[in-house]
Each structure stands twice: as structure tokens, then as C-alpha cells.
């Protein structure tokens, strides 16, 4: 048999507006932009992708499941200026068959820089899972799937029991990601691995007529699935949900192609759907796979680069945790949320300088027209804040 884990991710950051050295308003952000961009993902893809999930689930009768990670960011933007999203991700959470996933709050990449601001986050995010959907979440997910040995052992001492990660080759080697593993020095949290290929072919190959698989469908790409049988306990797909509708629009196909998958999956026998909890409670881990350096599902090299690969962004990340201990003595709560926004790992994603196939997927998702002049106004916005906080 082979089990198919559906893993979404759900985060939009809380874009800066255009903040020159001038400026002195504490209001950082451009709400306009980023509601438009909020309701604009919703109809394409949060709203829609939701009621094809539901009928799915009511018409498979429970056999299809899903697991979703919602940054805190994402979740108050849907609040504010979408609340039917909650409403009806709150629909799908009743079903039963969806898990809702923990993570930093912020999106951050507090863990490199901060243990405490990370672990506070975590909490933060665990209660709004629990007040939302009703559900503890047992399994963690960390930025853009960032993992390393520390924070398996990390997230163990938090409670978790499970944890996601990149199946990227330079650490598997031999092994494969079809298989559950255990982080070294702790046997209380179990490693699920991304199988990237199969992952990607939806997220990023599904609409390529060059590439020589296309048309992708749902029969053939249940029968890449059902190949596991036998060389594995299960498939992990992990992507950003924005995949449906939205990085792959309506016209591609994705909905119709979604919309068949589980039918085509669950027409082999032994086949079924599984959340990450689920896969952690049925399967044992095959071995110790140690990941001492630092990964993630972002870019070619499966690394911390999109972020931390260039002198501004390494800057700008220091500058910004160096403010830590002030915006803490400051006790005002605006001051300590305005931090956190600021802190998302977009705003570092937007000052990458990579070029080639990575550079046009930066370029695809930042909304300044160079790095240059994303590092300018976060500094600009970082001087502010320094004020601010009395530094």
C-alpha cells in the first residue's frame, strides 16, 4: 500500500509600504495592498480549493484527508478582510479529516537568531490553532520547511511528536523520503520527509508544456504513486496552497486535476490518505538520519540562501535581532506585533541577488523592483522601529 500525506502551506506577509528615511509614521504597512492581495488569493484560490477539499472529503466518505500549517500572519489578514476563509477552513477542521499544523507565528526565522522569541511564537500559534479549529497540534512545521538536527530536538522538548522537513538528495543520499526516519539524540519525534519530485510536479511542473510530462493527470500521476508500493510507507506532498488557483490558475487545469486525484489514488487497493499524525502514529522510523546543517524546501540548493545568502540580507537579520532586548523592555504590545511583522522571512526573501530560474521565482513574489530596493526601505522601517523602542 502506499499513503498519501497532502500537506498545505498557508502564510501571506504583511508587506511594507514605500518608507524612505524621512518618514517618521509608525504605520509601516500597506493595508491597502496587502487586502487586495488577501481577497485577490481568496477567490482564486483559498475560497474555491476549500469547497473542492469538503466535497472531497463528503464524497470519498472521510477516505480523503489534508493537513494545513496557517501562519498567524496569514490567519489575521483572512480575519480582517476575509473571514469567510475562517469560516470555512473552521468547516473543514469539523470534518475530522484535517489537521492544522503548528509553527512560528511570524513566519520568522526567529530560531536561527532567538530561541525565545521562537518559543514564544510557537506558543502563540499553538493557542490560536487550539481557539480556532479545536485541535492541539502534535506536529511542526517549521518556515519554508527550515530544518536542522537542534531543531528536531528542540521541537521534541516543546511537546511535539512530529516534524516536517525537506527530502532534498544531498542528505538522503541512498535513502528515501518515502520512508519515516528519527532526528539523532531523541527518540520522542519522529521526521517525515518531502518527496519533492512528485511535490513539484504539481506545484511548479503542472502547467509547463515543455516539460515532458505534460499534460499532467490525475491517472498519471496516481500511477507515480501507486509505484511506491512496495519501496515505501508513504508519500509526502508538501507545497504551498496557493498552488490551486493560484501560482497554477484555474485555466491550467489544477481544480479538474485536484479535483480527480484522490479517486485515482484511492482506486488502488491498499491506497489511502493520511495526516502527519497519523503517519507518526501508524509507521516507525526506519533509522536515524542526521541533518546537522540547516535546510529547506526553498530554491535549488535546498538551504538557508534565499534568505541569508547576501551581505544585505545577513544585515538586515542581525540589525533586526539586535533590537530583541530593547523591544522587550519597551513592554508595548503594537511595538512588539510591528517587530514580529517586520520579522517575517519575506522581507528577507525580497533582498535575495540569485539569479537564473531562482532569481525569476524571487522576482515572482517580491513587490519591489530590486533587492537593493527592498534592503533600502527595511532599513528604513528597522530605524524607525530603533527609535521607537529607545535605542
Known amino acids: ?18 518608507y524612505s528615511v524621512f518618514d517618521t509614521d509608525t504605520d509601516y504597512f500597506d493595508d491597502a495592498r496587502n487586502a487586495e492581495i488577501c481577497r485577490k488569493v481568496a477567490d482564486k484560490c483559498y475560497l474555491p480549493a476549500n469547497r473542492l477539499l ?8 472521510g477516505r480523503f484527508r489534508v493537513a494545513f500549517s496557517i501562519s498567524g500572519c496569514a490567519i489575521e489578514q483572512l480575519t480582517a478582510w476575509c473571514p469567510e476563509v475562517i469560516d470555512t477552513f473552521k468547516e473543514l477542521a469539523d470534518t475530522g479529516c484535517v489537521e492544522f499544523l503548528a509553527e512560528s507565528y511570524y513566519h520568522t526565522l526567529a530560531f536561527i537568531f532567538s530561541k525565545e522569541d521562537f518559543r514564544e511564537q510557537v506558543e502563540m500559534h499553538r493557542a490560536k490553532i487550539k481557539s480556532l479549529f479545536r485541535q492541539e497540534p502534535r506536529v511542526f512545521r517549521y518556515t519554508e520547511l527550515i530544518y536542522n538536527n537542534e531543531l528536531a530536538q528542540y521541537a521534541a522538548r516543546l511537546g511535539f511528536e512530529g516534524i516536517l522537513a525537506e527530502g532534498a538528495d544531498h542528505m538522503l543520499g541512498l535513502r528515501s523520503p518515502n520512508l519515516l526516519h528519527r532526528p539523532p539524540h531523541t527518540t520522542a519525534i519522529k521526521l517525515l520527509l518531502k518527496n519533492y519530485r512528485l511535490s513539484d510536479d504539481i506545484a511548479f511542473r503542472f502547467s509547463n508544456k515543455q516539460w515532458q510530462q505534460w499534460p499532467l493527470t490525475a491517472g498519471k500521476f496516481a500511477g507515480w504513486i501507486n509505484q511506491i508500493n512496495g519501496n515505501g510507507q508513504f508519500c509526502n506532498l508538501f507545497m504551498d496552497y496557493e498552488t490551486i488557483g493560484e501560482h497554477q490558475w484555474a485555466e491550467t ?3 479538474d486535476f485536484m479535483a480527480h486525484l484522490p479517486g485515482e489514488i484511492l482506486a488502488h487497493p491498499g491506497n489511502d490518505f493520511i495526516t502527519p499524525s497519523q503517519a507518526i502514529d501508524r509507521y516507525e522510523p526506519v533509522g536515524e538520519l542526521d541533518i546537522p546543517q540547516f535546510t529547506s524546501w526553498a530554491d535549488t540548493e535546498r538551504d538557508l540562501t534565499a534568505w541569508l545568502g547576501n551581505s544585505m540580507q545577513t544585515n538586515a537579520a542581525n540589525e533586526l535581532y539586535k533590537l530583541e532586548p530593547a523591544i522587550r523592555r519597551a513592554r508595548n504590545p503594537q511595538l512588539t506585533a510591528d517587530w514580529h511583522k517586520v520579522a517575517s522571512s519575506d522581507h528577507f526573501y525580497y533582498m535575495c541577488t540569485k539569479f537564473f530560474a531562482d532569481g525569476a521565482v524571487h522576482r515572482y513574489f517580491s513587490p519591489y523592483e530590486s533587492p537593493y530596493d527592498s534592503y533600502i526601505n527595511f532599513m528604513n522601517v528597522l530605524d524607525n522601529l530603533r527609535v521607537r523602542a529607545g535605542e
Open 1 to 18: 500500500m502506499a499513503s498519501v500525506c497532502l500537506y498545505f502551506q498557508v502564510h501571506q506577509p504583511f508587506r511594507l509600504r514605500r
Open 253 to 255: 487545469g489544477i481544480f
Open 54 to 61: 469538503l466535497d472531497l472529503i463528503r464524497r470519498h466518505e
